[in-house]
């Protein structure tokens, strides 16, 4: 029986049976080429996951050439990255800068990120604090690590939620897969809320970076809205996507500024704030 093999890319897991035919599809799935879950020609690929492999940490990305009937073996290649001491050359590297962040990502959500050490990052992590710093110069840059590979994640889950085929959906179905979505992407990154919301360290450059991601989001919602409602004035689809991505921005900020409970209250009043006030324009 053939010992399956693993690729371990940013967060995401790749396994494939030793006898596969090649490892040619690989790399097209991590940058999102091909969805997870789409099978076809991917040679036994398990895709547990309806969202696509990120190959992001802290704005890494691998640049990887599989070889067809190599057994799997790949060469890396990192651009530089502003920040990090030292960018991981091997695959056990990026692996080991997982778990930094992985425990970064559960402790700033336990104690916050002022109470939060790196020596305490490094124990949880199970590696030495040595290690630590061979990647990360200081605790910040840690934040700055959690806070990219958030708005990575949720930059390409946007995007991917809002093609043309989700501009077929009833509005309150599309409204409901959206904020579903978002709401299980942050659940699943306790963190979240430390890094942008209860932080007094997170910089201005986090800040900045959300609010990029917003504008890229009013962008997409315009061309998407478009897309379900064609005779739409377009200065008027741009205004409409602004005033939905701020909105629901400062209603999640409140949304998880409380417990869980209130999380999920508000998160309902968003989706029929959305729905009452895209209706007269989209349906």
């Not at 990887?64 to 056990?92: L, W, Y």
């Not at 932080?199 to 970076?209: H, I, L, N, W």
């Not at 609010?211 to 009013?218: E, G, K, P, T």
């Not at 629901?248 to 869980?260: E, G, M, P």
């Amino acid at each position: 029986m053939a010992t399956a093999k693993l690729l371990r890319l940013g967060k995401a897991s790749i396994s494939t049976d030793a006898d596969s035919n090649s490892w040619d599809t690989c790399w097209a799935i991590a940058w999102g080429e091909i969805p997870l879950g789409s099978r076809g020609s991917c040679h036994g690929l398990a895709m547990p996951l309806n969202t696509r492999v990120h190959a992001h940490v802290y704005n890494i990305r691998v640049t990887a050439h599989v070889c067809q009937r190599s057994g799997g073996k790949m060469e890396e290649e990192f651009s530089k990255v502003e920040g990090m001491r030292r960018q991981p050359q091997q695959m056990r590297a990026i692996k080991r800068v997982n778990q930094i962040l992985d425990a970064a990502d559960g402790l700033f959500a336990e104690v916050g990120y002022e109470g939060a050490t790196t020596n305490a990052i490094a124990a949880r992590a199970g590696t030495s604090i040595g290690s630590l710093y061979r990647f990360f110069p200081d605790k910040e840059s840690i934040l700055k690590a959690l806070a990219t590979r958030y708005l990575e994640q949720m930059h390409e889950m946007f995007f991917q939620l809002h093609s043309p085929e989700m501009a077929t959906l009833p509005l309150e179905v599309y409204i409901d897969r959206v904020m579903d979505a978002f709401d299980e992407l942050i659940t699943a990154h306790p963190g979240y809320r430390a890094v942008f919301f209860k932080s007094r360290a997170a910089c201005q450059e986090v800040q900045d970076m959300d609010s990029d991601l917003c504008v890229q989001f009013a962008g997409k919602l315009a061309e998407f809205y478009q897309l379900k409602a064609p005779n739409l004035d377009p200065s008027t689809g741009e205004l409409i996507a602004l005033v939905v991505v701020e909105a629901v921005r400062n209603l999640r900020r409140l949304s998880l500024s409380r417990d869980d409970q209130f999380q999920q209250r508000v998160r309902q009043e968003i989706k029929k704030l959305l729905l009452a006030y895209l209706q007269p324009y989209l349906s």
